[in-house]
Nanobody, 123 residues
């Protein structure tokens, strides 16, 4: 099954850090732009970051700039999302998807959705 599997989520305290992983299953992600998406409880899924195939271009939603850092290791077929200074509003299920452009919005061209990973920020 061709999909991107997110992992690394857990419950953390405010101010903590976390690194999420997005690993391609059944295909190589090296030629794709990869986006990270967050869905908070009761809210719509939103794009928070994306990275180009060469890592030259990295985009962040205004709400996460300065705390989220996206990177990739094509040799490991994995994209990472480092989240620092975690806040309660970071709570949600994080998914990743692939596209040929970096556009921070949810649209039908994002593909290869797979299981997400839950991040909970709480005391």
């Amino acid at each position: 099954q061709l999909q991107l599997v997110a992992s690394g989520g857990k419950m953390v305290q405010p101010g903590g850090s976390l690194r999420l992983s997005c690993t391609a299953s059944g295909f190589s992600l090296e030629n794709y732009f990869i986006g990270w998406f967050r869905q908070a409880p009761g809210k719509e899924r939103e794009a928070v970051s994306c990275i180009s195939d060469s890592s030259e271009r990295r985009e962040y939603a205004d709400s996460v700039k300065g705390r989220y850092f996206i990177s990739r290791d094509n040799a490991k077929n994995t994209v990472y999302l480092q989240i620092n200074n975690l806040k309660p509003e970071d709570t949600g299920t994080y998914h990743c998807a692939a596209e040929y452009h970096c556009e921070l919005r949810l649209h039908p061209r994002w593909d290869y959705w797979g299981p997400g990973t839950q991040v909970t920020v709480s005391t």
